[in-house]
């Protein structure tokens, strides 16, 4: 196939290139590199690499044309920092979301998988399914939202086909290590690295579905390569149906911690339902956390 992956110069979206050039697809990839917790940037040189802002239709859309396939991951992707500026990521997780698929649209794409969030669910109680009401606690879970029924509307007012990917708490190689608020897994990491104690935020009996990467790059794949109509518009959970909570990670790691200042919009626990994905994907996660970390 020949595959465009927007953000595939980032932490999943590299990974998911990799993947597919390993699986002798194609691969166009787009990244403004904008993401600032990123220590560095992952341009993989057998694919087709453009510095390119999906901000930009007029730039984007010429390099849809042929393509089979499109993972849609570039992102503003950090809760906090889209509390601290609000509109950039409205204007690039709508805007830049309604350019990607008007682009697949105007070019004849037969597909496009969309990259969303499990911070949809807000103080929804766990285990989260798809068919939740949705409870958005901040900037970002609101603008990934937008984004997923721009997709639902899509596929049904012009009958692109789309995936929606609700991802939880994704960790592995590559993952941001950069700044206060890079994933946690990541932060822990590096201040165990550097001998300083872990920052936890209050109360660390936060839970959290921790996700590795690869099985989110396989949950794609199984995307790309099935028909799974009438599935098309549809949201799909993508965790691993267990949760731990971050005192619990923090011990996996080190027995240094120290708490900072709580943080407002983010919620207190994570789960996913993933009978879905299982079904209608064949879907399933094969990472363990613990013997990751």
């Given at each position: 196939m020949r595959t465009l992956v927007t953000g595939g110069a980032g932490f999943i979206g590299s990974n998911l290139v990799d993947q597919l050039i390993s699986q002798n697809h194609s691969v166009v990839v787009v990244d403004n590199e904008s993401a600032t917790n990123n220590e560095k940037f992952y341009w993989n040189d057998s694919a087709e690499n453009h510095k390119v802002?999906?901000?930009?239709?007029?730039?984007?859309?010429p390099l849809f044309v042929g393509i089979d396939v499109v993972f849609h991951l570039a992102a503003v992707a950090r809760?906090?920092?889209?509390?601290?500026?609000?509109?950039?990521?409205?204007?690039?997780?709508?805007?830049?979301?309604?350019?990607?698929?008007?682009?697949?649209r105007e070019t004849g794409v037969k597909k496009v998988i969309y990259s969303s969030t499990s911070s949809a669910y807000g103080m929804?109680?766990?285990?989260?399914?798809?068919?939740?009401?949705?409870?958005?606690?901040?900037?970002?879970?609101?603008?990934?939202?937008?984004?997923?029924?721009?997709?639902?509307?899509?596929?049904?007012?012009f009958g692109l086909k789309t995936v929606i990917f609700r991802y939880f708490n994704v960790y592995g190689p590559r993952e941001p290590i950069r700044g206060e608020y890079a994933p946690v897994i990541g932060l822990f990491q590096r201040q165990a690295k550097e001998g300083i104690p872990l920052t936890v935020v209050?109360?660390?009996?936060?839970?959290?579905?921790?996700?590795?990467?690869?099985?989110?790059?396989?949950?794609?794949?199984?995307?790309?390569d099935?028909?799974?109509?009438?599935?098309?518009?549809?949201?799909?959970?993508?965790?691993?149906?267990?949760?731990?909570?971050?005192l619990e990670l923090a011990a996996m790691i080190s027995d240094k911690i120290m708490f900072i200042?709580?943080?407002?919009?983010?919620?207190?626990?994570?789960?996913?339902?993933?009978?879905?994905?299982?079904?209608?994907?064949?879907?399933?996660?094969?990472?363990?956390?613990?013997?990751?970390?």
């Amino acid at each position: 196939m020949r595959t465009l992956v927007t953000g595939g110069a980032g932490f999943i979206g590299s990974n998911l290139v990799d993947q597919l050039i390993s699986q002798n697809h194609s691969v166009v990839v787009v990244d403004n590199e904008s993401a600032t917790n990123n220590e560095k940037f992952y341009w993989n040189d057998s694919a087709e690499n453009h510095k390119v802002d999906i901000c930009n239709l007029d730039r984007i859309r010429p390099l849809f044309v042929g393509i089979d396939v499109v993972f849609h991951l570039a992102a503003v992707a950090r809760i906090q920092p889209a509390i601290e500026n609000p509109t950039e990521t409205i204007h690039i997780n709508c805007y830049g979301t309604c350019n990607v698929l008007q682009a697949a649209r105007e070019t004849g794409v037969k597909k496009v998988i969309y990259s969303s969030t499990s911070s949809a669910y807000g103080m929804n109680p766990p285990p989260h399914i798809e068919t939740q009401n949705i409870d958005c606690l901040n900037p970002y879970s609101v603008s990934k939202v937008a984004g997923e029924d721009l997709c639902k509307m899509y596929t049904k007012l012009f009958g692109l086909k789309t995936v929606i990917f609700r991802y939880f708490n994704v960790y592995g190689p590559r993952e941001p290590i950069r700044g206060e608020y890079a994933p946690v897994i990541g932060l822990f990491q590096r201040q165990a690295k550097e001998g300083i104690p872990l920052t936890v935020v209050p109360d660390g009996h936060q839970r959290r579905d921790f996700t590795h990467v690869s099985d989110v790059v396989n949950a794609n794949i199984l995307a790309m390569d099935q028909d799974i109509e009438p599935h098309y518009g549809e949201v799909f959970n993508i965790g691993t149906g267990t949760n731990h909570s971050v005192l619990e990670l923090a011990a996996m790691i080190s027995d240094k911690i120290m708490f900072i200042e709580s943080r407002e919009g983010e919620s207190k626990e994570t789960l996913a339902d993933i009978n879905k994905a299982q079904k209608v994907l064949q879907w399933k996660p094969s990472i363990v956390l613990e013997e990751q970390i």
